[in-house]
């Protein structure tokens, strides 16, 4: 699987993979073989986020580290900080709300680093603008973060550009990433600015629900394109539907989520799945709902 650089010195696999959706509800065994299978494939980028499963997701993945550490060469670690949950295990939560404070961002970093069972993370992303974000005072705490080798790169999620723009403009290393919605069912982010804007700075955008969260599957979904070429080509619709975001030509890395090993093996072929030009506007018009004007 191709590489995509989003640094002069890391690059992440074309497809990475989301833990959000593992639970103790799989075995542990059964974890090891969603990453094994990813990395057989060359997914070799996992995507994390303190909160995945109620706070729990990176001690999961951590388990699999621990018991096998050579595998931290092989991967490259994302995780995400600054959301705050109403959860049992932190009681002092009153409300829904983010904190990107220098205490509670040092905090979630070493705890993911322990939970995760690794003592760096490639990228940091903070998960969702806050409406006080102060960029001042979160320029000096990331750059702290990377300083202290705890953090290789910064990054964001669900960043709109003028916040992306805000925050840059007070920091003096580079932010890698937007992770962001992108898929047949949302695509408003290749006309609403989004994409353009990160394609202009030549910053990869990671693509989180490549397959709308599973929605693209649903028979509600009002995607006759995907379902009419997928039966002409043979091929599954996650497969088209990820080959239709891989062809855009701004390098968009999405971010899978399934927990089953063999829609990994399909999705991994989707970067060999060729669309020409009008097959890629067959499946944009079922996203828009109607042709191109
Ligand atoms: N930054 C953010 O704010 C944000 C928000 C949401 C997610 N994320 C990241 O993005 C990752 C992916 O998100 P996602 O899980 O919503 O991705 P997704 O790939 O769009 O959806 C995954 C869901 O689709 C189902 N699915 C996949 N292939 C299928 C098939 N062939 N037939 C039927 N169902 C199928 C999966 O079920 P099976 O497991 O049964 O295959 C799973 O429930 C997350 O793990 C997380 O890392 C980030």
Redesign the pocket.
Known sequence: MKQIAISPDLSLSNISY????WSEEQTARAQQELVECCLEVGIDTF???DLYNDYRNEALFGALLKNDPRLRSSIKIVT?CGIQLLSRSRPETRVKHYDYSPAHLRYSVDRSLKCLHTDYIDVLLL??PSPLLNPDELAATLTDLVSSGKVRHVGV??FTPAQFSLLQSRLHIPLRTN?I?L?LLHPQPLTDGQVDFLYERSIPPMI???????RI?RADAPLQGLRRMAEERGL???VLALAWLLAHPASFIP??????PE?IRAAATAARVHLDLQDWFILYRDALGCDVP
Not at 18 to 21: D, F
Request: charged residues 20%.
């Open positions: 989301g833990v959000w959706r995507d994390h986020a995400k998960h969702r999620s669900n992770q919605e898929n989180w629900s490549p397959l709308a969260g599973g599957f599954g619709l996650d971010v899978l989520g399934t927990n089953q829609r």
